[in-house]
């Protein structure tokens, strides 16, 4: 097996961090092993497990595990509006609401914002239908956005990778009206880089919601969630009419998800760093609310 690290630039400080992945073991056992293809089947194509996960972190019986989560992935509580011993259950904490100053974010219509905390890769320029994420294997526009991909081919794509360390609702990164949405079925695959690496088209097969939103300076934009392993369920607070940059557009129960923005070509420019980190096969560790992209005027 691969056990090379996966390597994240902290955007705060510009360090270089090796990410510690919480059941790494299991994640190459089940997707880099050739003797695990019946338990990758059993685990990551149905959802049985997921919802048992979900479950469970619903029950007022996984209050227990808050205060150790919060230690061991050194989660900073004073962001949050309601302290540690105020949840009712996991997912009650997981799905935490933080204080707005602890995510401030520049109201210029012409600049886009990440749309949740985690860590990103940027596409600045597609090569028509794929992409491929770092060490990955090629995903398809077409599969993940069926039925609207035809006028985002060839246009712009960020992913932004959530751990479950990380804030987990999910905000608009401008300003604009919804015009579709609609939730596709999956499956359940890990959308950890090493899962990435493996073949799944995870983007194109996992259960997921489509959003396109028109904008007035960028064109039209989709916003899709990503589910994974572990993720009890997509909630979409918002999901009809005119919405304003960093509104919340929902959240995920407990477990690793993606967001994934497809921009038109020739609509926006990723910011600089993005860029750089994403060409060096690096993602960046970023906070809901900072700077994602420009509008091409």
Request: with cysteine; proline share 6%; net charge negative.
């Amino acid at each position: 097996m691969q056990n090379t690290p996966i390597q994240v630039v902290d955007r705060d400080s510009g360090t270089v961090f090796d990410e510690v992945i919480l059941g790494e073991k299991w994640i190459r056992w089940a997707y880099q092993d050739s003797s695990s293809n019946l338990m990758e089947r059993l685990l990551f194509r149905s959802s049985l497990i997921s919802r048992l996960f979900g479950l469970w972190y619903d029950s007022p019986l996984s209050r227990g595990k808050i205060r150790s989560v919060i230690n061991e992935l050194s989660i900073d509580m004073a962001e949050a509006v309601r302290p540690a011993e105020d949840y009712k259950s996991f997912n009650d904490f997981f799905a935490r609401h933080l204080k707005p100053e602890a995510r401030p974010f520049d109201p210029d219509p012409t600049q886009i914002v990440s749309p949740a905390d985690g860590r990103v890769l940027v596409f600045p320029e597609l090569d028509k239908d794929v992409f491929v994420p770092v060490k990955g294997h090629p995903m398809s526009i077409n599969a993940m956005v069926p039925g609207l991909s035809h006028q985002f081919l060839g246009g712009a794509l960020a992913i932004v990778r959530l751990c479950p360390a990380d804030y987990h609702r999910y905000h608009f990164p401008a300003s604009g009206q919804i015009e579709t949405s609609e939730d596709i079925a999956g499956a359940l695959h890990s959308v950890n880089p090493i899962a990435l690496g493996a073949g799944p088209d995870v983007f194109g097969e996992n259960k997921r919601c489509n959003t396109l939103i028109k904008t007035n300076n960028i064109g039209s934009y989709c916003f899709s969630e990503v589910g994974a392993f572990g993720v009890g369920a997509i909630i979409n607070t918002k999901t009809a009419g005119t919405v304003s940059k960093m509104d919340e557009k929902g959240y995920f129960k407990f477990g690793g998800s993606t967001v994934v923005v497809v921009f038109e070509p020739g609509k926006v420019a990723f910011s600089p760093d993005l860029v750089a980190n994403s060409a060096r096969g690096r993602e960046t560790l970023v906070k809901v609310g900072q700077p994602l992209a420009s509008a091409v005027i």
